[in-house]
């Protein structure tokens, strides 16, 4: 594993994929991370907004066998990982957000596709004590793994390089694990959510996910499958 870690950076996604190529050629696990994010990247091209106490990293990573699957299973692995770490419990929202256990966000992970051995992950978490502004667009609250943690109190170089090495190493061994182990760490199950997709709204009961890591919904007793759309919580 190549790990390269900078005290500020404007974005270890965009440091990453611009010298993808230099980099593998050390080492084809690659691994950066920062003590400070000024540009992070969100989903949809969306910006990450870092806060002290948290973590920013992006690395590369061989796809799960169903690609699809890949931020469902960098998720979990993650919240195996806080689990044991800290002893903290974490949830996910379908389909790249983590979660507190009341259900604010702590964690979003975004997933490039390359090629058929390399995913680039941005991978970024509230670590530790933060303070939400007053006004802020989080529609389900913004929170941490540990709101008594600050810097002096962990190294986020260590803890990038700890849960990369757990990423490597702990992978699902068929998706019927994967599945078996998002419905238990899946916050909206069966609780009514709302869907954007197509252009188009969508309100029903989440009921779990398919072979694809696809959300399947229940709307008027029909199941619904979405592969790519945001998600809110309604209870």
Not at 89 to 114: A, E, R
Not at 148 to 169: A, G, P
Not at 170 to 197: A, G, Q
Request: charge should be negative.
């Amino acid at each position: 594993m190549y790990h390269q870690h900078f005290n500020i950076i404007p974005s270890t996604q965009i440091y990453l994929k611009d010298n993808l190529e230099t980099l593998k050629s050390k080492q084809k696990n690659v691994l950066i991370s920062c003590s400070e994010q000024t540009q992070g990247i969100g989903r949809r091209g969306n910006c990450w907004d870092t806060y002290p106490n948290s973590l920013a990293m992006s690395f590369t990573l061989k796809p799960n066998e169903n690609a699809t699957l890949t931020p469902l299973e960098i998720g979990l692995i993650t919240i195996n990982y806080f689990k044991k770490k800290f002893n903290k419990d974490l949830f996910l929202k379908w389909p790249n957000d983590l979660l507190t256990s009341d259900g604010k966000k702590c964690g979003g992970i975004l997933c490039q596709y390359v090629d058929q051995e390399t995913v680039v992950v941005g991978l970024g978490i509230n670590l530790g004590k933060i303070e939400a502004p007053e006004k802020s667009s989080y529609r389900h609250g913004l929170g941490s793994v540990d709101q008594t943690l600050e810097l002096k109190t962990f190294d986020q170089e260590k803890i990038s390089n700890e849960l990369y090495n757990n990423l490597l190493l702990e992978r699902f061994e068929s998706p019927k694990d994967l599945k078996e182990s998002f419905n238990k760490h899946c916050f909206h199950m069966n609780k009514d959510v709302f869907i954007f997709e197509d252009e188009k709204d969508h309100i029903g009961k989440f009921i779990g996910i398919g072979d694809n890591g696809e959300a399947l919904v229940d709307i008027d007793s029909t199941i619904h499958s979405f592969l790519s759309s945001s998600l809110t919580i309604l209870n």
